[in-house]
């Protein structure tokens, strides 16, 4: 497990050695808009299986994604324009939302009610690290089932610093700013649902 400071001058190396990382089916903990994050290639089933492992997830709570934009989430989810107008004004931001995937990714990331959940995030190093990659990232809050998520490094590496199965590259953008993970809003019934607050 490979540590990386993030600072002012190293952003464009950082993100070469993630884009690799990802491309060759590795698991990261990245800073997010909300909380540190496990991020992987959503479309590759070993590396999205990983994550439920170093997490140690139950495989019945699915992994959200985060997409570039618009245009990539039509891909993988139907998007009628009830809902495109709702995440028009929600994305990027903290707001994930569950829509009716298309069945094109693994198991983990898409629920046994072929919903899926996607949020695009406002934060510069994943929109610097979407500018070189196509593909969605499925992500988690980087920490272990049952403990709260955090905005703390320190707590990050003492967490994955025990465990024999460990994600491939740790960034550490230091302590972010106090945030809770994403709201959850469900689309796919006539009226927006909130799920998490």
């Known amino acids: 497990m490979e540590i990386v400071k993030l600072e002012e001058n190293n952003s464009k190396d ?89 069945n094109n990714l693994p198991k983990g990331v898409i629920a046994k009610n072929k919903t899926i959940g996607m949020r695009i995030p406002d934060y510069n190093l994943i929109r610097d690290l979407f500018e070189k990659i196509n593909f969605p990232i499925a992500q988690t809050s980087a920490n272990i089932s049952g403990n709260p998520a955090t905005v ?16 491939s590259l740790i960034i550490d953008a230091g302590d972010l700013s106090k945030s809770r993970p994403s709201k959850v809003v469900d689309l796919t019934e006539e009226r927006e649902k909130i799920i998490r607050y």
């Open 14 to 102: 950082i993100i070469k050695k993630a884009v690799r990382l990802f491309k060759n089916g590795k698991i990261l903990v990245l800073p997010t808009d909300t909380v540190y994050g496990i991020l992987a290639d959503a479309r590759n089933k070993k590396t999205v299986e990983k994550i439920f492992k170093i997490k140690k997830r139950a495989k019945v709570k699915p992994l959200a994604v985060f997409v570039k934009d618009i245009k990539m989430a039509r891909k993988y989810a139907f998007i009628n324009k009830e809902q495109e107008k709702f995440l028009r004004k929600a994305w990027p931001g903290k707001i994930t939302v569950i829509l009716q995937a298309k």
């Open 152 to 167: 703390k490094i320190r707590e990050i590496l003492e967490q994955f610093t025990r465990d024999k199965i460990k994600p």
